[in-house]
């Protein structure tokens, strides 16, 4: 099903990973609170990263690279590309805002649910947004046929790959089939692949250098963990790219921001440590959770679960859990989705338990 969705309707641009408010309202120290509300790397930060960014502390005081040279160059191996094929910005975030001031369609579409920001970038640019509703019953899977006949008189479409917050992915055949159709119906394509990094095999950033329809973003928030630093970037042909460049403002990505990005590029102990970590442990979390009563996980593809309460109230179990330390996220604010919705991360595995063990104390009669 396809609609219009007017600014006037906007839910609230809620997002996980608030640990501040939560500390306020539970009454626990942030130092005590375990966060799956934000799909953040489990480990952390790479060692390798922290390193880079305090030696950078010294080169505060200039100005960063406005060219972000190195950064685009470390990106540019790290997948095999140009780096005239890549921009970089203030977390993917800023990209996502970019993306349609940059190009200003006047009709957008958007899947839902998925991230807010997409139809939020959208709306800021006075476009219309039009989306497309998953169905639960298909486990919130993109049908590409029926991609294709939505792409009908957009000017741009923005998907996340793998979905947050639903964690399906499309496959990358299948991909490719929306991306053929975007180039012929004219549109402008918006893939953004901020949990991809343990499923490179179904990534399209070697496609998006060919394509001047199409652009791929990534950030280092998530897979690398470092959020507080702010840095994503895109991946498009060289004259889209130049194109975002020169509607970006300077000085975007600070100097410790490069240098962690850079050398976490370069961590591939820590790259292949994440991967296995998240790839066992959604498995077992997934696991637990299919077992609980009342609980209807879904199927995931990237390092979080979306879950649905079916005889307990959202709020009250996230209350509960609040009030234990175990920082989830209530999914009522996605379009589509309501407060029987709640999305974890994967986290490590003695974290995991505790947040199963809670959730076991709290449905179990």
């Known amino acids: 099903m396809v609609n219009s969705f007017e ?3 906007r839910k609230t641009r ?19 609170i ?22 950078s502390l010294p080169l505060i005081g200039r100005y960063p690279d ?16 140009k780096h005239g094929q890549v921009v970089c910005g203030t977390g993917s975030n800023g990209l996502i805002h970019l993306i349609p001031r940059v190009f200003k369609p ?44 939505a792409l009908k008189g957009m000017d741009m479409a923005f998907l996340c790959n793998p979905n947050n917050p639903t964690g399906q992915i499309i496959p990358k055949l299948e991909m490719l089939e929306i991306v053929k159709h975007a180039e012929q119906h004219g549109v402008r394509l918006v893939v953004d692949e901020a949990f991809m990094d343990v499923n490179e095999a179904n990534s399209i950033i070697k ?23 702010r840095i994503g970037y895109a991946v498009s042909d060289e004259t889209t790219i130049a194109a975002l460049r020169d509607g970006q403002e300077p000085w975007t990505v600070s100097i410790p921001a490069e240098y962690a990005a850079i050398a976490a590029l370069n961590d591939w102990g820590h790259i292949k440590r994440t991967r296995r970590l998240i790839e066992k442990e959604r498995e077992r979390l997934l696991s637990a959770l299919r077992i609980l009563p009342g609980v209807e996980a879904f199927p995931s593809a990237a390092n979080f679960i979306l879950f649905k309460l079916t005889s307990f109230d959202g709020p009250t179990l996230i209350d509960r859990l609040g009030e234990r330390g175990l920082l989830v996220r209530g999914c009522s604010s996605f379009p589509g989705l309501d407060n029987r919705y709640i999305r974890i991360a994967v986290r ?16 179990i009669p």
Not at 68 to 81: C, E, H, P, S, V
Not at 110 to 134: I, K, W
Not at 356 to 363: H, M, N, P, S, V
């Open 106 to 149: 006047k009709k957008v579409l958007v899947p839902v649910p998925t991230f807010s920001e997409y139809a939020a970038s959208a709306l800021d640019v006075g476009a219309e947004v039009v989306q497309m509703h998953l169905n639960e019953r298909d486990g919130f899977r993109l049908d590409p046929i029926e991609m294709s006949f």
């Open 7 to 9: 600014s006037a309707h």
């Open 14 to 32: 809620t997002h996980g990973g608030n640990i501040y408010e939560a500390a306020q309202r539970y009454g626990v120290a942030e130092k005590k």
């Open 66 to 81: 406005p060219e972000m040279t190195d950064l685009r160059k470390a990106i540019a191996r790290y997948f095999g590309i």
């Open 34 to 55: 375990i966060d799956f509300s934000s799909n953040v790397n489990p480990l952390g930060p790479s060692s390798a990263a922290i390193r880079a960014a305090k030696k």
């Open 348 to 363: 490590t595995h003695w974290n995991n338990r505790r947040l199963i063990k809670a959730l076991r104390e709290l449905l």
């Open 207 to 229: 496609d998006a250098i060919q394509s001047s329809r199409l652009i791929c973003l990534r950030a280092f928030t998530k897979f690398f963990a470092l959020p507080g630093l």
